[in-house]
């Protein structure tokens, strides 16, 4: 691995409406409608005028429920006034006010008047850039996440479930992973940064970039942060990044996720302070997660307690190894 960097990629900020509100947007801009509701009731619409300096406008109309606007941010592209596909935004509170600043602009030229404290901060993309010298490399991580022992409420969720995922390109899921709680208010991404690039945007980098991305939802920001306002809530998720990423990472067993050989993976076993009996069942585990399809499966044909293997993946961590192998 030559580098890595971390920060903020994406946040989404939400606004609710009056259906009047969104009917002046709607016929003073440019706006493209999405879908329907059933029976015709509602009406979704984005704004692409904006999306080359990243910020993507998305409004919801319904004379049933609740009429919004959302604004998807890639702050590193609105600073920066041009599309910035791998740059990692550093919040800080200048930085902020400066996004703030401009977001104000982009309101006032669509004609939203309502003021920027009123929005609220539901989504925000807590990301790593891992920067690697071969792709095969950023495919074999990605490999090694796939066999993940699985996190109680989660599941994987494959390019195409989403019901607003635009993603059809082939072999977009051999490239990444990504699991979600059950509530939608958590996600974990790892994916070819340079193969998403390249297959969606005909955007082509010499850097070959596997990304994390740890997507905490409306209800997870305001559990993880003391402030309100969402730019004081984007200061202290910025601060933040690092530690939330690695406490993800630990609950997955992958705080190690760089490829190691079976024999290496042995020696670093028997030289380990544990007992013989725990080495025991170490190697037992390594043996059987070479080549495996997962450590759930692992757990399974080792007939360990799900508690007493999970325990046994933390000496793995302790060691500052990962449990999974590949063949030389």
């Known amino acids: ?14 606004l609710q409406c009056k259906y009047s509100e969104i009917q002046n947007i709607i016929e003073q801009n440019e706006c493209i409608r999405t879908r329907r509701g059933k029976l015709g009731l509602s009406s979704y619409y984005q704004m692409p005028q904006f999306k080359y300096i990243g910020v993507e406008i998305q409004l919801g109309q319904s004379v049933s429920h609740p009429c919004w606007l959302i604004l998807i941010i890639n702050p590193s592209s609105l600073l920066a006034g041009t599309y910035k596909p791998t740059a990692l935004f550093q919040a800080d509170e200048k930085s902020v006010q400066q996004i703030k ?23 925000c993309d807590l990301t790593c850039n891992l920067y690697y010298e071969h792709r095969a490399d950023v495919q074999d991580r990605i490999d090694i996440f796939k066999k993940s022992f699985s996190i109680p409420h989660y599941s994987t969720v494959e390019f195409g479930k989403y019901s607003n995922s635009d993603e059809k390109f082939k072999g ?25 690039l390249e297959t969606r945007h005909d955007i082509f980098i010499d850097e070959h970039i596997l990304r994390l991305e740890l997507r905490f939802g409306r209800s997870k920001i305001t559990k993880v942060t003391k402030a309100k306002g969402w730019e004081s809530q984007l200061v202290e998720l910025g601060s933040q990044v690092e530690k939330q990423q690695h406490k ?17 993976l042995l020696d670093c076993i028997n030289a380990s302070k544990y007992r013989d009996k725990t080495k025991r069942k170490l190697r037992r585990i390594a043996k059987k997660a070479n080549g495996c399809v997962s450590l ?16 046994l993946l ?10 999974v192998s590949f063949k030389q």
């Open 1 to 14: 691995m030559i580098m890595n960097e971390s920060g903020i990629h994406t946040f989404s900020l939400k």
């Open 101 to 123: 600043h401009r977001l104000r602009n982009i309101l006032d030229k669509i004609g939203i008047d309502r003021r920027l404290k009123e929005f609220k901060l539901s989504r």
């Open 172 to 196: 977009a899921n051999k490239h990444s992973w990504t699991i979600e709680n059950k509530s939608k208010s958590c996600a974990f991404s790892v994916y070819d940064k340079s193969y998403e």
């Open 248 to 264: 993800f990472l630990h609950r997955l067993h992958m705080t190690h996720f760089d490829p190691i050989s079976l024999p290496a």
């Open 296 to 311: 759930a499966a692992v757990q399974k044909d080792c007939r360990i307690k799900k508690s007493d293997f999970i325990k």
């Open 314 to 323: 933390g000496k793995f961590e302790e060691m500052g190894i990962g449990c």
